[in-house]
């Protein structure tokens, strides 16, 4: 037999050249791999992990809250708890357990408070206007049931004085609100901007009343009504400032536009009148307060430019 030539393939193995090019093709290949030593662990960010872990796994406890505040509340809300637990509840902010996570906080009785006590606002405004249009009854009840109508409560009653948190600018802006309440004796429409913790807190501690009366409506719309003094009616629902400025230009024929001009840390909101500057206000932590205010201030200068005659003065010399 005559001797064939061999090929030497990179699987190392001695193929004659009369093998096909498809077994060719298909033969496998020697594949080298080399160990690779792992990374050594840090042992200081393991450590960090598993402590975080533990935190998040681990709810933190709060001592348990005073009697004499409890007693206090109650005596507010003119109601003796069956389960006074649940006033712990309505009064702990998730930051009192910094930097820990905490086991409960007000959210779940502040979600059924802020339901039951919608319903009753809506209700009330309902029965007491029968003519009146739902715009109109919208407003109503919006008015009364609103993050700053219920922060006023919450400091008329001295509420936010048993709340248990660890919100390092929460007791500034308080003082704040409590300042700024003297110019709007029932409501500001829009211009002022109360800590949201203030209205939580109502609604959590009627949410507390509602479940621990088993569900017993008309207990927890007594106390809001006591509370809530002065229901705000009809005849003192002010104009929201920017609904009231667009409906006076309308009336007046007169192009209005709000101009945004953001900076670092404060947005300031220029309010045009065909082109020229009427009002403006500068407010960093939210737009929407900015442009009321900035609405606020054109409202007011355009009235007195009507009392006085001096619109279509204003209009043309201020260039």
């Excluded at 809250?65 to 708890?81: R, S, T």
């Excluded at 059924?112 to 109503?140: H, Q």
């Excluded at 008309?218 to 400032?241: A, C, D, Q, Y």
Aim: charged letters at 25%; hydrophobic letters at 40%; proline letters at 7%.
């Amino acid at each position: 037999m005559a001797n064939r030539p061999l090929r030497i393939c990179s699987s190392l193995s001695i193929i004659p050249f009369s093998t096909p090019f498809s077994t060719l093709f298909y033969t496998p290949l020697l594949r080298f791999t080399f160990p690779i030593a792992p990374p050594k662990p840090d042992i200081g960010a393991v450590q960090e992990v598993k402590e975080t872990e533990q935190k998040e796994q681990v709810p933190a406890k709060l001592p348990p809250m005073e009697e004499a505040h409890i007693d206090a509340l109650e005596e507010i809300l003119g109601h003796k708890f069956s389960d006074r637990y649940l006033v712990e509840e309505a009064m702990t902010h998730g930051s009192a357990y910094y930097p820990l996570k905490g086991e409960m906080s007000y959210e779940r009785l502040e979600f059924m408070g802020d339901a039951v006590l919608t319903f009753g606002v809506a209700s009330e405004v309902f029965f007491t206007y029968p003519n009146l249009a739902p715009g109109p009854m919208t407003r109503l009840r919006a008015a009364n049931v609103d993050k700053e109508k219920l922060a006023r409560i919450a400091v008329a009653h001295g509420l936010h004085r048993y709340l248990r948190h660890k919100a390092p600018q929460l007791e500034s802006q308080i003082n704040q609100f409590v300042d700024d309440l003297d110019n709007y004796p029932i409501h500001s429409n829009g211009l002022l901007d109360p800590p949201k913790v203030l209205a939580d807190i109502v609604e959590s501690l009627l949410g507390a009343v509602y479940v621990d009366t088993n569900k017993c409506y008309e207990t927890v719309w007594k106390i809001f009504m006591r509370l809530s003094r002065p229901f705000i009616t009809i005849e003192t629902l002010g104009k929201h400032p920017v609904t009231e400025l667009h409906e006076l230009c309308q009336k007046l024929h007169n192009e209005l536009k709000f101009n945004d001009k953001k900076w670092a840390e404060n947005l300031t909101v220029d309010v045009l009148l065909n082109g020229k500057v009427i009002g403006s206000a500068t407010y960093g932590p939210k737009k929407d307060i900015c442009h009321n205010r900035a609405a606020k201030v054109a409202l007011d200068r355009l009235k007195e430019l009507l009392s006085n005659g001096e619109l279509e003065t204003f209009l043309k010399d201020n260039t």
